[in-house]
């Protein structure tokens, strides 16, 4: 794909705005809710959140890293999409008819390690985070930049990728800590 | 003659309202503004600073000491922290505005508060020095000797936070 940096920031951001309002309501709910599990092996609204945060935990300072390295542009140039990247992007992305199932690496899997209801607070200051990590993006190269995936540091992704992946992940997931509140407790 | 230490707990004593809270329940959070002081009479909390990646551990208070979201209580601006019971606490709290009314009417309890106050300034210097300090057993010794009875009272993840360690760190240099 290739798109203006200007417009891929402003759809990213959008997107990210959009998760937190929803994870923002989610917050005022009782805690009852939030451990709803859909079925007995399936995730609560906690643990997605939590989730979301250890990879926030890697994610986060690696894009800082990124953006830090590289010159301040007043006008960058469009990005275009790499192939292992956009691959990890439409990997996550939600689309409209079902959502692909997907294990996760065992560090990142939450489920049964007892999370705590701090795991909203903890998402929605990395969510803050994220917003002001965008603004910084919109001023360098976003293909020039490069950040070291998670699961094999030797494997650098575009930075527009990286962002776009990490963006459609959160919004994933707090699809299903949505849905998890709100589904009958087979937990 | 009376301790320092005791006429603070008398005055909690007379003035102070009983509350006890349950494990895991928060005395104050994030965001709120704090108008309480807190007299630990039995139990545990620590006092804890949330960031994107993790929850680091400031303060922490059991059977005697003297608890609140100080930046808070003295300015009125929203909490920074997070306080919370780690096991089932017994406090005796004092309002602010009880606090002023007390401060204001005699000088005795002002002299207490001075006092307490400065105690806490001491305390604050301590504490920046703990957190320079390279060395992690230095680290711990410090703690312990101000602090003797910290790991009969505390549960160790909290206070490995509390020293800017890993647990493992810290139950490997007390092995040792």
Redesign the interface.
């Known amino acids: 794909m290739q798109i203006a940096s200007q417009t891929l920031i402003k759809e990213l951001t959008s997107l990210t705005e959009h998760c937190t309002a929803i994870v923002a309501e989610l917050h005022q709910r009782p805690e009852s809710q939030l451990r709803r599990r859909p079925t007995p092996e399936a995730w609560n609204a906690l643990e997605c959140l939590e989730h979301l945060n250890r990879y926030?935990?890697y994610y986060?300072p690696a894009i800082e890293k990124a953006i830090i390295a590289r010159p301040r542009l007043q006008a960058p140039p469009p990005f275009r999409s790499g192939w292992l990247g956009n691959y990890f992007a439409n990997l996550m992305r939600v689309k409209e008819t079902k959502v692909k199932k997907m294990k996760s690496p065992a560090d990142k899997n939450p489920f049964g390690a007892d999370v705590?209801v701090?795991a909203i607070?903890?998402f929605l200051?990395?969510q803050e985070?994220l917003l002001v990590l965008l603004g910084d993006a919109a001023n360098v190269d976003l293909v020039k930049a490069r950040v070291a995936i998670s699961i094999a540091p030797w494997i650098r992704i575009r930075l527009g990728d990286t962002l776009r992946f990490f963006v459609y992940h959160i919004e994933r997931h707090v699809l299903q800590a949505k849905k998890a509140a709100e589904s009958r407790d087979e937990g | 003659m009376e301790s320092f230490k005791d006429k603070l707990e008398s005055l909690f004593n007379q003035y102070g309202v009983l509350k006890t809270f349950s494990r895991?329940d928060y005395l104050t959070r994030?965001g709120e503004t704090e108008t309480s002081l807190y007299y630990i009479e039995s139990g545990a909390v620590r006092a804890f600073y949330?960031?994107?990646?993790e929850?680091s551990v400031i303060r922490l208070g059991y059977k005697g000491s003297i608890i609140t979201s100080l930046s808070s209580f003295l300015t009125g601006r929203p909490s920074d922290l997070?306080i919370e019971a780690i096991r089932k606490t017994s406090t005796r709290i004092l309002s602010k505005s009880a606090l002023r009314e007390l401060v204001n009417q005699d000088i005795d309890t002002l002299r207490q508060y001075t006092t307490l106050l400065e105690q806490t300034l001491i305390q604050q210097m301590d504490r920046e020095i703990d957190l320079i300090t390279p060395s992690p057993a230095e680290r711990l010794e410090r703690v312990l000797n101000r602090s003797p009875h910290l790991f009969q009272e505390i549960p160790l993840k909290y206070i490995a936070s509390y020293l800017r360690m890993t647990p493992e760190t810290l139950s490997r240099i007390r092995n040792s």
């Open positions: 926030g935990d986060l705590n701090l607070d903890r200051k990395q985070r | 895991g994030e949330l960031s994107e990646h929850e997070y």
